[in-house]
């Protein structure tokens, strides 16, 4: 049996060692949890232009290409709820216009940054994780190895 992905991306932005979440509300899953920025890519969008148009919908920021980079190997997530395949995609905005704000507050009730040290609760597991793993606690985000892919 063939699986489909919903490809996702995630943005990651730090200011001072506390990185921007947000909680969500009235969504199917996981409402009341904290996460990152994110969105469904769009057929026929590349991974960038889903996050630069994501983060202009949810936060009201806009970005070069150039001021984007993805910091990861992909992450596959299954949702047993829905019943749909997810491979995440993280990145992090190095520079922005716009001032930040929370554009959809239907679905989200708070857009906050919080520190490294001490992540809100709850989270969605797989987004807690990653940032563990990723051993955001420091300012070694920038210190992380970025992958270049083409788009």
Do not use: W
């Not at 990861?72 to 922005?96: A, L, M, R």
């Not at 989200?108 to 994780?129: A, G, Q, R, Y």
């Amino acid at each position: 049996m063939e699986k489909n992905f919903l490809k996702l991306v995630h943005i990651i932005i730090l200011h001072k060692n506390n990185i921007l979440l947000m909680r969500r509300k009235n969504t199917l899953v996981y409402s009341s949890y904290y996460s990152l920025p994110s969105g469904k890519c769009k057929d026929n969008e590349s991974l960038i232009e889903a996050a630069q148009r994501e983060s202009n919908e949810e936060i009201g920021i806009t970005f070069q290409k150039s001021d984007i980079s993805l910091i990861s190997k992909p992450v596959v997530y299954i949702d047993h709820i829905n019943k749909e395949n997810y491979i995440n995609f993280f990145f992090t905005i190095n520079k922005f216009s716009g001032k930040i704000l929370n554009r959809e507050p239907n679905l989200c009730d708070e857009l906050s940054f919080f520190s490294l040290k001490n992540l809100p609760t709850p989270m969605i597991p797989f987004v807690k994780t990653y940032l563990q793993e990723l051993q955001l606690l420091t300012s070694k985000i920038s210190k992380t190895k970025t992958y270049n892919i083409t788009l």
